[in-house]
């Protein structure tokens, strides 16, 4: 059973969004907070497997929020989906650097959203190569562009084989993709990720791709 907590603080979509998970048999929505203090508060009380996070809330907002609980050692299994408008692009990509596993359209069909939880559940990021690259360019690549150290030091402290995997996940490769490019085992492939993420304290792969655009590693249109 994945366990899930709707944040929003307009009621209809909490209300919304809750009646849609409800009725998917593995999927229990044990609680709803209305803003990201309330979130932060449930999370720790009932340690929900996915959190589903509006951005623009009273009080503390869903970026400040989802750091919050990717922060929480004891809620580092929890997974956290963003909620999103098409004009929230810069909130979102500060969203998954602050943690969150991926991001979802307010306006998406219920089966939609239902694909979305059970993915970030699954361990996959919901953030597609295009979506990841638009953000990238209009975000990340201005800020960073004047930077010229050869070796950036979040990569120094990872093997070439590391930063190879690195690659491949930033290119949107699952687990089983890794294993078949690089001719090993899933089990290998995804041991390499972890590791990466523990190196550069990363709570999920959607840092990892954030990270390799930063970085340099990978350039979008490569």
Known sequence: MITVLVVDDQALIRQAVSDILSQVEDI??????????????????????VVVMDIRMPRKDGIAATAAICARPELSATRVLILTTFEEDEYVLAALRAGASGFIGKGSEPQDIVLAVLAIHAGESLLSPAATRSLITKFVLPQTEASTAPVPRELEQLTDREREVLLLVARGFSNQDIAESL???????????????????????????????????LAPGA
Request: aromatic content about 4%; proline content about 4%; hydrophobic content about 45%.
């Open 183 to 217: 001719v090993i085992s899933p089990h290998t492939a995804k041991t390499h990720v972890n590791r990466i993420m523990a190196k550069v304290y990363a709570h999920d792969r959607a840092q990892l791709v954030i990270l390799a655009y930063e970085t340099g590693l």
């Open 28 to 49: 229990d929505v044990v609680g709803e907070a209305v803003d990201g203090e309330d979130a932060i508060e449930q999370a720790v009380r009932v340690k929900p497997d």
